[in-house]
């Protein structure tokens, strides 16, 4: 939606929004952590860290305009133990070359002063960063689509996409359509999309679900506002941590274990095609021997509770068992390489008239603004062709 708002706003005259569910968001983009982050962990140089900074900006900016629910309450992100600190010093240095402001380093004195219940060595304080309702944001990109001469035709699963000339035809649930460019940007089934349109996919998308617990009403005096662990190295979306939800309560998670579904919110949902599609990806398994003792923790946080409060009493020794609520889910749609390196930054794959987003990872919520953009001009670039 944000890049058919940007195709738009860039003059072009008629652009269609094809989507397969009843709604828009559905997916990724209404079941995440709905944190605004600004990009303090990212690589200095590389697209995320520069969509991150430009992008938080542009999203704080679009939900003050058009009143989205947000709060730039701040993040903490802490370390728990001595051997983490120069993990802690290093992000702090990514943090002030990627351009963040009023980044301040705490000791664990200070870091009570705004978290009073978390236990760290140290922390850094990222006051831009915050919450958002996305949800909220979706709804507003739809309406600002239609008003500016865009349409949304919902219900529309792609299931073909032919070639014809130089033009597209897409056969959906909804009926046939013609384009001259087609912009790919189907989240969980990108890579299929992709296929579709005849190209190749460097990468598979692998479906990771994410698991949140809810705090109970009477202990939600733990949490402030966001508490993060510093993110492992090599997997910068691991590691529960507690969010304040813009819309009330404190949720605490997600983990990350492999879905059985694309879609696969819970463990009942079972694809068979999807789990084919990843069971014989050679790259899953190359990541999974690899990093076997991480695929184990994640399972077992998901399987056993305690190992899931264990991983949160970590941050905030208070929180017992009891607390916890099972909460909501999400999916991550993880591009996997086939020497089993997760792609982590942005990824985009062109062809004659067609771009398409392979990888829209964290923080491509916030971001979305920015990198609608970025694809845009792209797809503009197709359509002078
Ligand atoms: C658990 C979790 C937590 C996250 N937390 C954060 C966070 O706190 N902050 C942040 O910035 N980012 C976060 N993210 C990342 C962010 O949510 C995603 O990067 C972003 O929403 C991706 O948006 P998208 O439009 O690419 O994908 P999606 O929102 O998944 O949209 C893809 C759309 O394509 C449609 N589609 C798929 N196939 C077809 C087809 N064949 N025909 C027609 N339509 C199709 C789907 O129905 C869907 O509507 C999180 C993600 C997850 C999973």
New binding site residues.
């Given amino acids: 939606?944000?890049t058919a708002r940007a195709l738009l706003g860039r003059g072009v005259g008629r652009v269609r929004l094809?989507?397969?569910?009843a709604a828009?968001?559905?997916?990724?983009?209404?079941?995440?952590?709905?944190?605004?982050?600004a990009g303090l962990q990212y690589r200095p140089g590389s697209q995320k860290a520069r969509l991150a900074r430009l992008?938080i900006r542009a999203m704080t900016e679009f939900c003050r305009e058009h009143g989205v629910a947000h709060e730039v309450c701040g993040k903490l992100v802490v370390a728990t133990s001595h051997d983490q600190l120069p993990r802690l010093e290093e992000m702090l240095t990514r943090g002030l070359r990627n351009g963040l402001q009023g980044l301040r380093r705490l000791d664990p004195e200070e870091a009570r002063e705004v978290e009073p219940h978390v236990r760290c060595v140290g922390a850094i304080l990222v006051p831009e960063e915050g919450i958002a309702d996305?949800a909220g944001v979706c709804h507003v990109l739809e309406a600002e689509l239609a008003s500016a001469g865009g349409e949304v035709v919902t219900g529309?699963?792609?299931?073909e996409l032919v070639r014809e000339g130089s033009q597209w035809r897409l056969v959906?649930?909804a009926g046939d359509f013609e384009s001259k460019v087609i912009v790919n940007?189907?989240?969980?089934?990108?890579d299929?999309?992709t296929r579709?349109a005849g190209s190749r996919p460097p990468c598979r998308i692998i479906p990771?679900?994410?698991e949140?617990y809810r705090l109970r009403r009477e202990r939600e005096h733990l949490v402030r506002h966001l508490i993060y662990p510093l993110p492992e190295p090599g997997f910068p979306?691991l590691g529960v941590h507690f969010?304040r939800r813009v819309t009330g309560g404190i949720d605490a998670?997600?983990n990350?274990v492999m879905a059985f579904a694309r879609e696969g919110y819970d463990l009942a949902t079972v694809n068979l095609r999807d789990i084919v599609d990843a069971g014989s990806y050679s790259g899953l398994w190359r990541f999974a021997f690899r990093h076997t003792h991480m695929v184990a923790r994640e399972l077992a946080q998901s399987v056993d509770r305690h190992r899931f409060v264990a991983a949160l009493r970590n941050l905030v020794p208070e929180v017992s068992d009891d607390d916890l609520r099972p909460g909501s889910?999400?999916?991550?749609?993880q591009a996997v390489l086939p020497n089993g390196d997760f792609v982590h930054d942005f990824l985009w794959v062109e062809a004659p008239g067609a771009v398409h987003?392979l990888n829209?990872?964290?923080?491509?919520?916030?971001?979305?603004l920015v990198i609608g953009d970025e694809i845009a001009v792209r797809a503009l670039g197709h359509l002078a062709a």
């Fill in positions: 939606m944000a094809v989507e397969k569910e828009v968001a559905q997916h990724q983009s209404t079941h995440n952590s709905g944190v605004l982050h992008g996305f529309a699963e792609v299931v959906t649930a940007c189907a989240g969980l089934h990108s299929r999309i579709m990771f679900r994410g949140y979306f969010t998670g997600p990350a889910s999400g999916v991550r749609a987003v829209a990872p964290s923080p491509a919520a916030t971001a979305s």
